[in-house]
DNA sequence: ATACTGTATATTGTATACAATCAAGAGAAA
DNA sequence: TTTCTCTTGATTGTATACAATATACAGTAT
């Protein structure tokens, strides 16, 4: 048995995984009672692990009629892709700075080996890849609370499904986004940290992109 | 008696207007069983409202130590001056065609009610206008999670002092402030979205300023 | 006087009990 | 059959009780 910290912070990582993993989805309903059962612990560190939910975003509260997840549609995902773009540029030239021969040597690596996954038609792990490429710079951006924004923005487009794109099409898209991920590595090895920021939010994260089409 | 919705939420409020007008303070820690005492509640709403104030960026939590207001440092002063031009530039951009004539009109009249407490030397009705100013377009962007998180990072100006500066700078500080946003509704009347969310951006929030020097 | 240790008190974390509201279904009236 | 109402059960909101940990302080040893 892991030693959690409190039952609270047990009983949310539980549930923030069932929907990261999209196990819990859409608009279910999550009932107190059932996560009691589930997790063998009483309704007040789940009622808590609940609200820090609904607060950080994962679920939706109805008054006197519970808790549900958060759906993801067409109007969050637009709020999303207009905000997504200002913040990892910002990040980035925060990054840029900061990085050290290691660091760009990784990117560049990361970079190639997306290339790899294209070639191979891996695309689950150009996915993997690909959160990894943004994460590492925005990680050593030196703001916590910009990188706590990242990442919740992100969690929505880690359940996102290529299923409804031809697989062609896919190649085709994913070789564009890293043909971007090239130039971005470019400017981190030139230390364009000003060009870089215009880059990552203007071009790559393009407010006219559909969010399946960036990144 | 208020009608709230919940105690949670009253608690909530309670605690996070004593912490914007700056009544709760620092580190100060806050005692679970003292707020129930106040309010007249059981620990149960008091201890769920903490939790959510805690999420939401008000109150830090130590596990088994409590709950304490979040203190404004020198560092989370830096990470939200770093954050908030991006997204301010941005609610701008989405604001800008989604105004009418009316809306224009509001602007400007600002703009001149702020020139008007500069002036008189009313610094406490320009900040107040100011934050009015920044306000209406914000909330025009069309984007409720944009709106949500300029929100929370202006709460980290409503308190700033201008104490330990003297009357005659403080002075020119804000009528530099002003001829920003004069540039500011220009943009907005010449319908450039795009110039309007670099001049927010890259001017007005200029990274270079110190937080009590912009806005 | 200072540092350490043990105990008492206070505070946080969790479980349970109670109250208020909601949802579903049975039965009656149209 | 449809709709309304009433009742019953389930679920949420709140209070209280208990358990675990931390804090404060007195007493002792160095």
Redesign the pocket.
Known sequence: MDQYR???DHVYDHIAQAIDSGRLSGDDKL???QICDALN?????V?EALIQLASDGYLENL?????HVKAMNEESAREIVEIIGPLDGRAALLACPRMDEDDRAQLQFLHESMQLAIAKGMLKKYDDLQHEFHDYYVQRCGNEKLIGYVRQLNRYFMKREYAHVDHDKQITLLQQANDEHAEIVRLFLAGDATGLQRYVRDVHWSIDNAPFLVW
């Open positions: 409190s039952l609270k009932s107190e009672q612990v009483s309704r007040t560190p009622r008054p006197r009629k519970g808790f």
